[in-house]
Nanobody, 117 residues
Framework: QVQLVESGGGLVQAGGSLRLSCAAS????????MGWFRRAPGKQRELVAT????????NYADSVKGRFTISRDSAKNMVYLQMSSLKPEDTAVYYC??????????WGQGTQVTVSL
């Protein structure tokens, strides 16, 4: 079993920054892909950013390109999301996601990010 624990969410004014962290632990010690998704009120969960653990290739939603940066520390099984120039429309619950080497997805419990005007 794999456990994911997110931290770093909170309330921030528009234009501000936050850094989300996700720690993965458990039996699985290797993940093919790590990333962040979000669910805004009344909307479906959407991809924010992903990173391939081998090589570091990244993928971002168009809405966050140039503002958010995903990174990982494979040795520590950590993934981070640096969010800058935050907008009210970035308000959502942010979920950490990892894909194991067997292709199994795991999800964190989510962390709330609220951006005020």
């Amino acid at each position: 079993q794999v456990q994911l624990v997110e931290s770093g969410g909170g309330l921030v004014q528009a234009g501000g920054s936050l850094r989300l962290s996700c720690a993965a632990s458990g039996r699985m010690s290797r993940f093919n892909r790590m990333g962040w998704f979000r669910r805004a009120p009344g909307k479906q969960r959407e991809l924010v950013a992903t990173i391939i653990t081998d090589g570091g290739s990244t993928n971002y939603a168009d809405s966050v390109k140039g503002r958010f940066t995903i990174s990982r520390d494979s040795a520590k099984n950590m993934v981070y999301l640096q969010m800058s120039s935050l907008k009210p429309e970035d308000t959502a619950v942010y979920y950490c996601n990892v894909i194991s080497s067997y292709g199994i997805p795991y999800w964190g419990q989510g962390t709330q990010v609220t951006v005020s005007l």
